[in-house]
């Protein structure tokens, strides 16, 4: 009995509960949960000022931003209005230099016709009249045909994408059927012009365009619409618009309107010869001279 009655007194070892009495020591008598809930009111604590701190810095730098923000405005304007300025300049003086161009042939006996004629072909003068309307535009989707096949074996490297090369053969093909003037999104192409691709981008005269992509052609509208679309580029054209899905469309315009390409400068010009040399007089050794 007494032995049972030593256990019922000592249910807890004597190691057990002197390791219990140095735990509670170490922790200050403080629950494990009392620190966890401290600990996390602490951190939201900080969590807080850091925002708030943050909120009030923002608040004092709003102002700043805002003013760098309005001058940074008031900047572009200002350019794009002296930029629209400029251009409005460049126009009065190519058209001043137009019209002394045809009253210096007309002094030396130059037709004022033929220079016209001349500049329309060459793209330094805007243009207007019937034509043809052409625009082509990228597939739905933009990388697959529409059955699905790749045109890597043309030459190509996308399917239902527009290509420099799609661009080239439409606008070549245009020229050939007898187009007396054309454009593309805008842009007046002349025998200096250029289509290229950066990417996937396509590039005339180095400025990027983004379809679709229109293009002008005047001439005679009936006539450009039937040849071109009965030329090989047309046949061409029509195969990637059955193969591939490109968009396309094309109209005859009663009236077209095309700007003059910003890059034609007249550099040097001379008037023309309008008689025969003298004939030289022959020396007295009777040898000729060249």
Wanted: glycine letters at 12%; charged letters at 30%; proline letters at 4%.
């Amino acid at each position: 009995m007494s032995l049972l009655t030593n256990v019922m007194d000592h249910s807890l070892d004597d190691g057990y509960a002197e390791a219990a009495a140095r735990k509670r020591g170490e922790d200050g008598g403080m629950p494990k949960t009392l620190k966890a809930k401290l600990g996390l009111a602490g951190g939201l604590v900080l969590a807080a000022l850091v925002v708030t701190l943050g909120a009030a810095q923002a608040r004092e730098d709003a102002p700043v931003v805002a003013r760098e923000r309005e001058e940074l405005i008031d900047r572009i304007e200002r350019q794009t209005e002296r930029a629209d300025e400029l251009e409005g300049s460049v126009d009065q003086l190519r058209a001043e230099v137009g019209e002394r161009q045809r009253e210096a042939l007309r002094e030396h006996g130059g037709g004022g016709d033929e220079l016209e004629t001349l500049q329309v072909l060459s793209g330094a003068v805007a243009v207007h009249g019937p034509g043809v309307k052409l625009v082509v535009d990228d597939a739905e989707g933009s990388g697959t045909g529409a059955d699905g096949e790749q045109r890597g074996s043309s030459g190509f490297s996308d399917t239902g994408r527009v290509r420099d090369r799609d661009l080239q053969r439409v606008v070549n093909g245009l020229w050939e059927s007898g187009a007396e003037a054309v454009s593309v999104n805008g842009r007046r192409l002349t025998a200096l012009s250029a289509i290229r691709a950066a990417g996937d981008a396509i590039l005339v005269d180095n400025k990027p365009l983004a379809p679709p992509y229109t293009v002008l052609a005047v001439g005679d509208g009936k006539r450009l619409s039937t040849r071109f679309q009965d030329s090989a580029d047309g046949l061409y054209l029509y195969a990637l618009q059955e193969n591939y899905g490109i968009r396309t469309a094309i109209s005859v315009e009663q009236d077209l309107r095309l700007p003059a390409a910003p890059s034609v400068i007249l550099r040097t010009a001379e008037p023309a010869q309008t008689s025969e040399p003298a004939e030289a007089e022959q020396p007295d050794s009777g040898k000729g001279t060249s």
